[in-house]
């Protein structure tokens, strides 16, 4: 199965208007974290944005917010005010078992984002 | 100056031929990792190391090497390159302290083309 999947493989949104980008994941393990990386035409990966099992709020970082659904795990990145520099490939992580510190990240295959003006 | 370095940034090869592709980080992390991206297919771990003594295979090992020179390097070895190692490489560190995000660091990525 999936750990983690992303079901949008393209997604358009304009200039100003926020977006989401769905992300869900399996894990039967209480510990984990999940992470949303950045990456644009030129390639590198970007960090976002970190979300943990155990946080108790929906982790913000600037205009990217992390809807956290742990019930239904998921977890979704929220773009506000789009800008034409948000166009890129956006993927969502996860990180399992963080009592063991083993640091394994698990990638889903990604959404690519495209803003128009 | 970049915190994470790879190179070569770009290669052409041919089958059969052995390809090192290396990374170095100033971070001063313990922790790295080699992924490689094909299109469609998000990022795979090949192999990690959270310290010089300890290296470990990742889900996609197999036609691959690794070598930890020094805190601060990593290698990727293909011994004898085939054209399905054709994609796009990252490098990442992370400071494998466990609090927190504990974010990984990624390299600019090396992209390799067997033909």
């Known amino acids: 199965a999936q750990k983690i999947t992303q079901t949008q493989p393209g997604m358009f949104v304009q200039e100003k208007e926020a977006v989401t980008l769905d992300c869900t994941y399996d894990?039967?393990?209480?510990?984990?974290?999940l992470f949303w990386y950045k990456q644009p035409s030129s390639g590198e990966m970007i960090f976002l944005i970190y979300?943990?099992?155990?946080?108790?709020q929906n982790a913000t970082e600037g205009r990217y917010s992390l809807n956290f659904q742990k019930a239904r795990k998921s977890a979704n990145l929220v773009i506000s005010a789009s800008q034409l520099g948000d166009s890129a490939m956006y993927f969502c992580?996860?990180?399992?078992?963080?009592?063991?510190?083993?640091?394994?990240?698990?990638f889903g295959t990604g959404t690519r984002l495209q803003v128009f003006p | 100056d970049a915190d994470v370095t790879q190179t070569p940034r770009n290669r052409i090869t041919k089958t059969g031929k052995r390809i090192m592709l290396e990374c170095s980080q100033t971070?001063?992390?313990?922790?790295m990792y080699w992924y490689r991206q094909d299109p469609g297919l998000g990022l795979q771990l090949i192999y990690y190391s959270f310290d010089v003594k300890d290296i470990n295979k990742g889900e996609i090992s197999d036609g691959y090497s690794v070598s930890r020179q020094a805190q601060a390097k990593f290698s990727l070895s293909l011994e004898s390159a085939i054209p399905n190692q054709t994609a796009l490489y990252f490098c990442?560190?992370?400071?494998?302290?466990?609090?927190?995000?504990?974010?990984?660091?990624f390299g600019p990525g090396t992209r390799l083309t067997v033909l």
């Open positions: 990442a560190t992370s400071e494998g302290s466990g609090l927190g995000a504990d974010e990984q660091f």
């Open positions: 894990t039967s393990d209480p510990s984990y974290g």
């Open positions: 992580a996860m990180r399992e078992g963080l009592e063991y510190n083993t640091d394994k990240l698990i």
């Open positions: 979300q943990g099992s155990y946080d108790q």
């Open positions: 971070k001063g992390h313990d922790r």
